[in-house]
């Protein structure tokens, strides 16, 4: 199974991005998510949690992004959206689609999810 993020590049501050994260998979390996989310990582700092979602639509934001990012799952297809609004300059990060295949919560925390995309890079300007 492979998450392969879209969406990432350059963009003013105050400006928005739509980050876009699909699971391909074949029928050899099933796959079924729990919930599907985001977190990034910008130079010389830890990972973050950003936002994630339930296939049944529960939501989970880190503070930092509260009221400006809304966080989307489809079930169905075992993808996730991000829509990032206003963003600043300290939004700048290489952003990781995650998965949860277990569940039972919904996690913000990178133990909480078993499979990684590659990153995808977005760069804000101010």
């Known amino acids: 199974v492979q998450l392969v993020e879209s969406g990432g590049g350059l963009v003013q501050a105050g400006n928005s991005l739509r980050l876009s994260c699909t699971a391909s998979?074949?029928?050899?390996?099933?796959?079924?998510?729990?919930?599907m989310g985001w977190f990034r990582q910008a130079p010389g700092k830890g990972r973050e949690f950003v936002a994630a979602?339930?296939?049944?639509?529960?939501?989970l934001y880190g503070d930092s992004v509260k009221g400006r990012f809304t966080v989307s799952m489809d079930g169905d297809d075992n993808s996730v959206v991000l829509q990032m609004n206003t963003l600043e300059a300290d939004d700048t990060a290489v952003y990781f689609c995650?998965?949860?295949?277990?569940?039972?919560?919904?996690?913000?925390?990178?133990?909480?999810?078993?499979?990684w995309g590659q990153g995808t890079q977005v760069t804000v300007s101010s």
């Open positions: 998979t074949d029928s050899t390996h099933p796959f079924i998510a729990y919930a």
């Open positions: 995650a998965a949860d295949q277990t569940g039972p919560t919904i996690s913000s925390r990178e133990q909480g999810y078993d499979t």
């Open positions: 979602s339930t296939w049944r639509g529960e939501t």
